[in-house]
């Protein structure tokens, strides 16, 4: 439950993803057929729109903090094999 978090919040980051686009689709698509005037036209087009960009952005937050999450796993991996018996962190020279 608790192994690959980072996987998991990812995973659950697009799921989210698919049901705010089926529910800003329904839901856009109810507004947009029940138009009566343009003003209701206006709403269900602003709904299916803004449904699917504010899906697609909190998909890009969630997974992005998956990945933060996962690369601070490998970090703590890579200290715990660096550290010595001492418990004082060997350091290395870092190229980018």
């Known amino acids: 439950m608790i192994k ?3 996987e998991k919040i990812q ?6 993803f698919t049901l705010g686009i089926i529910a800003s689709l329904v839901i856009g698509g109810s507004v947009f057929a029940r138009a009566g005037d343009g003003g209701d036209m206006l709403m269900g087009i602003a709904v299916l729109i803004g449904g699917v960009v504010l ?4 998909m890009l937050v969630f997974c992005g903090f998956g990945q933060l999450v996962d690369n601070s796993d ?11 018996d001492k418990n004082e ?3 290395e ?3 980018l």
């Open 74 to 84: 490998v970090i703590r991996k890579k200290l715990e094999e660096t550290t010595d």
């Open 93 to 95: 020279e870092v190229r």
């Open 89 to 91: 962190v060997v350091t």
């Open 55 to 58: 899906s697609w952005f909190g």
């Open 4 to 6: 690959n978090v980072g």
């Open 11 to 16: 995973g659950a980051a697009i799921l989210l």
